[in-house]
């Protein structure tokens, strides 16, 4: 009887295992005629439910207007709560149409189906009697979420990698009624996603910055949810050579890339200012360097080129490796992209020099003219008219003149506690002064200084070219003064002149000509050559040297130096290129002092002379005793402004006749 009894038990056992059969119907109805599942089912001892078991779909019935259609479906294999090799899919396409779906509380708006997993997942499902609403849960574990990419105007799916430390829940509530889609509700936990790809193949790198895949070593992106579906954006990515890649999104949260921008080691960078000037600074292949700066305003751009050897090309370029710079200031994504590609892997041979300056790794720079090195060409001739002197040993230990004026003067002025600072003490205190030791030092670095040596670079110009030579003229504007006779080379400084440098009488120009002028004698073609182009790029200067002279009372001087060289260069490049010293008077230049004085005399003696042949012819139009008004100049009416506009009135001190009359 036992045996019987145990038998028995046994088949029951059995039989309560053996999945249940569709009975030749598609599908099963596994809770209230709203969730089913196509495959087989086995009844759970516990709670007498139906359960998935197997291969099959476990589906949630929705419309599409026209047809049943599946709402929500999960396909794999299913064993207990766990589906392997699962796909869970979502149909939203008459979401809108029906508006019967709310997303994480927001009614959805836009259409769409899409499979949203595929991998490993769990599933639980209950029936809520008092509300009528299935509640079916979903946990993604481990696979790829697909997320979308918005790319011009389309949708593409990348896939992220879903671990169980970064694990999502679906929520779907599903309240019944006659009708088909439901009322659903679904939410997501959480609702943002951040996955490190170590696998290059998501449609960032192989449709939106295909460009710069080759270049990409890591990128981390973000998914968040909006209206059902996972928006993807670059969170990080990093390319070779450590530059960081930072996304700029015009609609934040959208996965809509509408620029970039780079940063990186050496001053690497690649973006736009809050002026919307593009400016760029990228590796090359060789190990060189490659920056532009362009100013939407100005629309203009410079080139700087570094050589892996050290040295810089600054300038225009006849040949890029990309599309020009204004392209990149006013491309799209994939232009830019392109760009910065195309210059991360080409060399620096590969960019054609158009017009500009070239730095060597010792600090000499050279002129390039249409990719030539025109320097180059006279290079050898050059000791022949300079006497092999160079522009960083000419001024060696010498200070900028324009930068050290205030010294400068005190020197001049030959004023020991002027150049302490200590020119308003009284004699008492300097005899005090010059028993403390500090004394000695600062006398002594005052003989010194009197002896340094200054300089300053002035702007010149060179005509009269022939084949026998050239001539440099400097202007002097002195208007009708006797100084403008003189052969002095001011000095500018602030756009003024406040020193001169004295020159021999040979310099002096015709007398209706105000300027001096130096000649360059050589019939050498090229040198000559040489001369007129840089002349016409307005690259010649006049390099003077100088110690502390004398000061004056003249304006617009208040110095004259003690000369000590001359050189004509070339500004742009520091080049000597003629001696030019022996139009220097190095004589003492106190004698300025007296000369100056009588200018002085001279000068007042020729205004008053004409101020007194002006009135006479005054006088004689008007009367004996007629004199110009003072109030108005002479004009008869005076200038007033209010709001914002000018007005004259007739002068109320001469009444409009610009003079009166005395008796």
């Known amino acids: 009887m036992k045996v019987r009894i145990l038998l028995f038990i046994t088949v029951l056992l059995l039989l309560c295992a053996v999945p249940m059969k569709a009975d030749n119907k598609k599908y099963q109805d596994i809770c209230k005629g709203m969730l089913f599942f196509s495959g087989d089912v086995v009844k759970d001892k516990a709670n007498k439910q139906k359960m998935p078991s197997g291969q099959g779909k476990l589906f949630v019935r929705g419309y599409d207007g026209n047809n049943i259609v599946d709402n929500i479906a999960v396909t794999g294999y299913f064993d207990g709560d766990t589906v392997t090799n699962a796909s869970f899919y979502i149909n939203e396409e008459k979401a809108s149409y029906f ?35 299935l509640r079916l849960k979903v946990e993604l574990l481990e696979g790829e979420l697909l997320g979308i990419v918005k790319y011009n105007h389309e949708d593409y799916l990348v896939p992220l990698k879903i671990t169980p430390e970064n694990s999502v829940f679906y929520v779907m509530t599903f309240k019944k009624n006659d009708r088909i889609p439901y009322h659903h509700a679904i939410k997501t936990y959480g609702t943002s996603i951040k996955v490190k790809s170590q696998i290059l193949s998501s449609p960032y790198e192989d449709i939106v910055l295909a ?27 990093r390319l070779k050579n450590n530059i960081k890649f930072r996304p700029v999104y015009s609609d934040e949260g959208r996965g809509k890339l509408c620029n970039f921008s780079l940063f990186g080691k050496d001053g690497v960078y690649f973006g736009e200012d809050d002026r919307n000037h593009v400016g760029l600074k990228l590796p090359l292949e060789d190990g060189g360097y490659f920056e532009f700066h362009f100013d939407v305003y100005a629309n203009d751009s410079k080139g700087r080129l570094y050589f892996p050897t050290g040295e810089v090309f600054d ?25 910065v590609a195309n210059i991360m892997k080409s060399k620096s041979t590969d960019f054609t020099m158009g017009d500009g300056m070239y730095y060597n790794t010792s600090g000499k720079s050279e002129r390039v003219k249409d990719g030539e090195f025109s320097d180059r060409v006279i ?22 003149l324009s930068a050290n004026y205030d010294y400068y003067l005190n020197l001049c002025s030959r004023d020991f506690w002027k150049y302490i600072g200590r020119g308003d003490i009284s004699e008492l205190d300097k005899s005090i002064y010059k028993k403390k030791p500090e004394y000695s030092v600062q006398y002594q670095a005052y003989t010194s200084a009197l002896n340094g040596l200054l300089y300053e670079v002035v702007s010149c110009y060179a005509s009269d070219f022939t084949e026998k030579g050239a001539t440099v003229y400097k202007n002097i504007d002195l208007g009708t003064s006797a100084a403008k006779k003189l052969p002095l080379l001011p000095i500018d400084r602030n756009n003024h002149w406040q020193s001169a440098l004295p020159l021999k009488s040979t310099c002096q120009s015709s007398p209706d000509e105000s300027r001096v002028k130096f000649v360059i004698n050589s019939t050498d073609i090229d040198f000559l050559k040489y001369l007129q182009d840089a002349n016409t790029s307005d690259e010649l200067a006049l390099l003077c040297i100088m110690k502390p002279g ?16 001359l050189y004509l260069i070339n500004k742009s490049t520091n080049t000597v290129l003629y001696d030019l010293s022996n139009y220097l008077d190095t004589s003492n230049p106190v004698k300025y002092k007296a ?45 007033y402004w209010s709001n914002g506009r000018q007005y004259k009135k007739v002068c109320n001190v001469c009444g409009g006749r610009g003079r009166y009359y005395t008796r």
């Open 315 to 339: 300038g225009t370029f006849r040949h890029l490796p990309f599309i020009s710079f204004r392209d990149i200031q006013y491309g799209n994504l994939d232009d830019k992209c392109k760009a």
């Open 211 to 237: 460009p710069i895949k080759p270049f990409i070593e890591e990128i981390t992106l973000s998914a968040v949810e909006y209206e059902g579906r996972w928006r993807v954006t670059i969170d990080e990515c």
């Open 595 to 639: 000369i100056f004085k009588q200018i002085n005399t001279k000068d007042k003696a020729a205004y008053k002379r004409k101020a007194d042949s002006e009135m006479r012819e005054y006088r004689n139009r008007y009367g004996q005793n007629a004199h110009p008004c003072g109030t108005c100049g002479g004009t008869g009416y005076r200038t």
């Open 379 to 400: 290079e050898t001739k050059l000791a022949e008219f300079n006497h092999g002197l160079d522009y960083v040993s000419l001024i060696s230990g010498a200070k900028l």
């Open 99 to 133: 508006k019967r779906c709310l997303w994480n509380d927001k009614l959805l708006i836009n259409n769409w189906s899409q499979t949203v997993f595929e991998g490993t997942m769990s599933y639980s499902f209950d029936f809520d009697k008092e509300t009528k609403s």
């Open 550 to 565: 004398t000061t004056v009372e003249y304006n617009p001087y208040d110095a004259i130096p003690t000369a000590v060289g």
